[in-house]
Structure formats: C-alpha cells, structure tokens
C-alpha cells in the first residue's frame, strides 16, 4: 500500500462489473468511507459516459459480455485517457497479475476480496490514501 504519508484520496471512482450486486457493494463500501462512485454495467456504458474523463480511478472487471476488461482498457488508451485502472476477476488467470499490467492496469484483484485488499489496489493505482 502506499504509505502513511500519502494525500487522502478525493475524487470519483467509476466502476465497470456486469453483476449488479457487486457494484452495489462496492459503492456502498466507498461510501462508507466518503468516497464518491459511479458505476456502470458495460464497458461500453462507461465509456460513452463523462466518467471516461472526469474520474480518478477505474474499477474494471475482466469478464464483461461484449468488449472485456482488456478491450475496455484498450479504449481508455486510446481515448487519451490517464485514469488509473485496478483491474478485477473472479475466474481463475494464469499469470492475472502479469497479463493485468501487461494490458495497462495499474493494479489487480482476484474477487472475492476484502476491503483491504481493494484500499491498497486504489492506493497503489492513485497514489493517495483510501481507507480513513
């Protein structure tokens, strides 16, 4: 995680999972430490939406039906846009973490996962503090 020492993180998080539950989840979770998100079901929901450029942070899930993470990412790219990604799976990835940052993820999580675990992904993939 980044240190200690790092700013508080202010800003939007979007999310992109096709499964309602965890987007819900996941919102709640960064509500509850007063940050704000937007999620959205697709990768093309996100980004046909202002959140392609106005947020700080992407939570994006590998598996989504019609473009994947990794087609997701790729457009972000090629959008210019410099948001940070944390890219997620439940399936079992040979070699996730490398393929992840291969791809242009600045961090990776395995679902399912702990709060922690997605405080020290947004930490490392922003460089602020996250959790209080």
């Known amino acids: 995680m ?3 020492s790092a700013r508080a993180f202010e ?3 979007a ?3 096709d499964d309602v539950s965890v987007r819900q989840a996941l919102e709640r979770l960064l509500k509850s430490v007063g940050i704000v998100s937007e999620s959205h079901g697709s990768g093309m929901d996100f980004l046909e939406s202002p959140a392609l450029h106005d947020a700080d942070c992407l939570l994006l899930d590998l598996h989504l039906p019609g473009m994947s993470g990794t087609e997701v ?3 972000i790219r090629v959008a ?9 799976t439940g399936r079992h990835e040979v070699d996730f973490g490398k393929k992840a940052m291969a791809a242009g993820a600045s961090a990776f999580l395995r679902k399912p996962f702990g709060e922690e675990a997605l405080f020290d992904a947004l930490a490392t993939a922003t460089g602020k503090r996250v959790a209080p």
Request: glycine share 14%; hydrophobic share 55%; charged share 20%.
């Open 11 to 13: 800003g939007l998080i």
């Open 80 to 88: 210019a846009s410099k948001i940070p990604v944390v890219l997620m």
């Open 2 to 4: 980044a240190g200690e």
């Open 73 to 75: 990412l790729g457009e």
């Open 15 to 17: 999310i992109v999972d």
